[in-house]
């Protein structure tokens, strides 16, 4: 077969493949919401602040589960012996100061069997259990739904879908992305929970079925996030990362929050299996998550005081994991000091994040506790102007600057790289070069031109301390593709 | 063009063949989707001004391309954390093994080949339309589609005349 002949049938296929594409209403959602046109790009961008656990603003909680401690009360553990090919990268105290507006709300239900499981060290007989995930996210964007199987249930679309052996049931009911998730449970006993789900005074409810009742309720974000080593989520606590020089895919986190039985209850619950061990002297649990790529991400969770829940999560194999955890040691105050000590700082303590030419202006993009993330301009014979602003997690806001416009996008860290498109859908791209699991929230700052004929936008791109606590500030770099602009 | 309901029109007209070619170049049906939506909702914040464009169908592809090429080092973060929270849905390979081999190669060549020949094959796109939307001369499309092609047909054991692998382009 010739190359055209396959690519005809491939491309056959591939139309044949989008048959499902369902147009989005715009004209509804234009009348729906101020910024309906953002609703996609915001949801898209809030997911992501989501797996890297930027902060999340703690649902109040009405059970009075949660223990209450004080930053202070939660030792900040590092690596008492940084492994080989490993350093430090940063370490910041939780939460960040800026609050992405996501709040999560697990409710895990289960059966007699369920419940005796969850007081055993047992990895089998979890017994039939469900997790109702509330994700309630600022404002009014929303997460955009999954891709599945559509099922109605008393009028509100819900999208069925599976995960590793675990059916799910995800719908966004009154602004809230909520999803129902079973290891135990079928399809039509999910779809009878969501004929059950009803929104009371803002809260999600569902009335179990027979012989399901409530047994743990957190405010955590769900296992993937958590054991992803990003457990900024919680109340308080640190958090400190390592990470190779090269590539930067080899990772170490640890981790110290305030959390409940009940928090890792719903944790235990919703991983395929915690191998329960000993970690520390402490009865603890080895997690393994596998992604889409197969890629392995390990964790050890275990409670390190009462109320005080710990990780060690990473690339490296459980084993040597293990080994990490027992070299922990406390942080002094000055080695914490020195592990968020931002890099890069100038001698007036204002980081310079970046810096080049737009148009025929200098600029630079500079970083300080007194005045935020700042642009400066160096007009030709006119002196020079400046531009201070906050961002906030996924949200874009743009201020004119000369002739150019910049345009700030707060985005998780870990995203290693992000793109924007500039006004003539030229990429504009920027890759952190250094700090991708540094636990502060990552600023993107994009210099965009006005569409100008023979002007392309101009990315910068660095980790910034968002709380007064500090996180660690790096440098980074970007590019922009595509060629000069040459459209009106 | 400018008005809500001509974006809808020609939105809706657009829509699955700019999913395809986001499906060709990411590998992806649920990135594909997601990133065709994205470049349309661009389109949209700024369709008083694309709606004057000769063919705005071009800049959405644009956007698109460009867009597809950084997919890969986003989608385990975006996609990972999409597919959880939105119900947990997998991200199935729809195609068959056929043609999935065929555009797994595609994405292999080198980026510019790679979106002259998605463009080219799933598109099918004329060469002057190519160089449009990539925003490269002819030539360039056309030497991107030569080798993209003489690399297609080695990958799938089909040796072809030097001078015919110089003739992609129509």
């Known amino acids: 077969m010739s190359v055209e002949e396959m690519a005809r049938t491939a491309s056959i296929a591939l139309y044949a493949a989008t048959e499902p594409v369902r147009p989005i209403d715009f004209t509804a959602r234009r009348r729906g919401s101020r910024q309906p046109q953002l609703r996609l790009a915001v949801g898209l961008g809030v997911v992501a602040a989501v797996i890297v656990g930027v902060v999340v603003v703690m649902a109040n909680r009405d059970d009075g589960t949660r223990v209450a401690t004080t930053p202070k009360e939660v030792p900040r553990l590092v690596l008492g012996t940084v492994p080989e090919g490993l350093s430090p990268t940063g370490a910041a105290d939780l939460p960040l100061a800026s609050s992405g507006g996501i709040a999560f709300d697990t409710t895990l239900y289960g059966d007699a069997q369920t419940e005796a499981w969850l007081a055993s060290d047992s990895a089998a007989g979890a017994g039939k259990r469900l997790l109702v995930l509330e994700v309630s996210v600022s404002g009014s964007e929303s997460i955009t739904p999954a891709e599945g199987d559509t099922v109605i249930v008393n009028g509100q679309e819900w999208v069925l879908s599976s995960f590793t052996d675990q059916l799910s049931l995800g719908a966004v009911i009154d602004g809230k992305n909520v999803a129902l998730t079973s290891p135990g449970l079928d399809r039509d006993a999910l779809v009878a929970m969501a004929q059950s789900v009803r929104v009371v005074d803002g809260a999600v409810r569902v009335e179990p079925s027979s012989g399901l009742k409530a047994l743990a309720r957190s405010a955590m974000p769900p296992s993937y996030i958590l054991t992803a080593g990003r457990a900024s989520g919680t109340t308080v606590g640190h958090i400190a990362g390592y990470q190779d020089s090269g590539d930067g895919n080899d990772v170490v986190m640890v981790s110290t929050t305030v959390a409940s039985a009940d928090d890792l209850a719903v944790l235990r619950a919703d991983v395929v299996a915690a191998e329960p061990m000993i970690v520390r002297g402490h009865r603890g649990w080895g997690i393994t998550q596998r992604f889409d790529d197969n890629a392995a991400f390990n964790t050890l969770v275990w409670f390190e005081s009462d109320g005080v829940l710990a990780t060690v999560s990473g690339t490296r194999p459980i084993t040597e994991l293990l080994s990490m955890a027992e070299s922990l040691v406390v942080a002094d105050d000055a080695t914490w000091a020195e592990l968020s000590q931002p890099l890069g700082v100038v001698a007036d303590g204002t980081t310079v994040i970046g810096s080049g030419d737009l148009d025929g202006n200098a600029w630079r993009v500079t970083y300080s506790t007194s005045d935020g993330l700042c642009l400066e301009v160096q007009e030709d014979a006119q002196g020079s102007s400046s531009s201070c602003g906050d961002a906030s997690i996924g949200t874009a806001s743009s201020t004119p600057i000369g002739d150019g416009t910049i345009t700030y996008r707060v985005v998780p860290a870990s995203v290693g790289e992000s793109t924007t498109t500039d006004c003539n859908g030229d990429t504009i791209s920027a890759a952190v070069t250094n700090g991708d699991v540094v636990p502060g929230a990552l600023v993107e700052v994009y210099l965009l031109n006005d569409c100008r004929e023979g002007v392309d936008g101009v990315p910068v791109q660095a980790t910034v301390p968002l709380d007064s606590g500090g996180s660690q500030v790096v440098t980074a770099s970007g590019s922009s593709s595509g060629p000069a602009t040459t459209r009106p | ?170």
């Open chain 2, 1 to 170: 063009m400018g008005t809500p309901v001509e974006f809808e029109a020609w939105y809706r007209s657009e829509l699955r063949r700019v999913v395809a070619l986001a499906y060709a170049l990411t590998g992806s049906r649920a990135a594909s989707e997601e990133l065709a939506q994205e470049a349309f909702l661009k389109a949209l914040r700024e369709w008083d001004r694309i709606a004057g464009y000769d063919d705005p169908s071009a800049w959405v592809r644009r956007v698109v391309v460009n867009q597809s090429r950084s997919w890969g080092r986003r989608r385990m973060a975006e996609t990972r954390a999409l597919m959880r929270l939105s119900g947990r849905r997998a991200l199935p390979d729809e195609l068959p093994p056929d043609a999935s081999a065929f555009w797994s190669a595609v994405r292999s060549l080198p980026s510019g080949q790679a979106q002259a020949a998605a463009l080219f094959y799933a598109e099918d796109r004329s060469t002057a339309d190519i160089a449009a939307i990539l925003g490269v001369s002819e030539g360039t499309v056309k030497t991107h589609l030569s080798r993209a092609r003489a690399a297609l047909a080695q990958r799938f054991e089909q040796s072809i005349p030097t001078d015919r692998a110089t003739e992609v382009a129509r």
